[in-house]
């Protein structure tokens, strides 16, 4: 849980990256991940400080909630992904900065034109694996971003480009599920 010479406050406020000994990089092994979370939801585990005391379990309280919370941001690539860029210097800010290449958004509105057109699960499907390539299209060109040229603000606009995909995904999908329980 940290080193003792360090405030837990400043042990906390590490990056996600250094709490798990990873290296700060958009590419990174799932296995590797679910591995050192495990290792640290153990040595955090509040049941192991029960015999120091309450506020040895509140701090392992805080640990284990601040493990999750890293791991959760870290083994999604689109949070992770966003998460790098404000490391990065350049946030989000995908509620005030919804500007899209006019390529993209015409993409958007056809993606919207198919799925309302769609009459059957062919179609759905046929749309769905289009939806499936450009979100994984997307994640190359955020690791390429991030890893490779080290473009931030490129990176914070294919993140941008990201959430409207996953959130048209999100709709797909719910249709999908309609059509399926009919």
Known sequence: MGTADQPLSAQLAVSDFELFGLTQQFALERAALDLRWKELQRQAHPDKFASQGAAAQRVAMQWSVRINE???????????????????????????NTA??????????????????????????????????????????CEQCLDHSHDVKQAAQEVRALMFIERFAHDLENRIDLFDTH
């Open 70 to 96: 890293a791991y959760q941001r870290l083994k999604d690539p689109l949070r992770r992904a966003a998460y790098l860029c404000e490391l990065g210097g350049v946030p989000i800010q995908a509620e005030n």
């Open 100 to 141: 899209m290449p006019a390529a993209f958004l015409m993409q958007q509105m056809q993606w919207r034109e198919a799925l309302d057109e769609a009459q059957d699960a062919a179609a759905l499907q046929s749309l769905y694996e289009e939806v499936k390539a450009s979100k994984r299209d997307a994640l190359a060109r």
